[in-house]
């Protein structure tokens, strides 16, 4: 379950997928902000969201166009994430050092 003032960040093409807006509604009854990232601004998920980024990547039924909205909505939480670490850069950097401490012994 989440807290107050915690994020959760859903990504999603269509903005329809039924399991990505129940967890949404779980997301918002915990008073957890929701962000999503879609494709498409008129869509379930972007009801239910309190924060909607649209990252306009239209598909085709070619074999490998699926991949140009994956890579825009990747590119999205990775600037997400660069910006989070930049304003919390001390917390990161100590996060990260225990990360690396944690997997020190699975390495070869």
Partial sequence: MMK???????ISHSGSTKDIVEVLNVANKSQAETIS???TIKSPVTKVSKHVLCVDAP???????????????????????????????DEVLDNLRKSRAALIDKRY
């Fill in 37 to 39: 990232i879609v494709s």
């Fill in 59 to 89: 598909e085709t039924n070619f074999k490998f166009e699926p991949m140009t909205s994956r890579i825009a909505q990747l590119s999205v939480i990775d600037a997400i994430a660069v910006g989070v670490s930049l304003m919390r850069s």
């Fill in 4 to 10: 107050p003032g915690e994020i959760f960040i859903a």
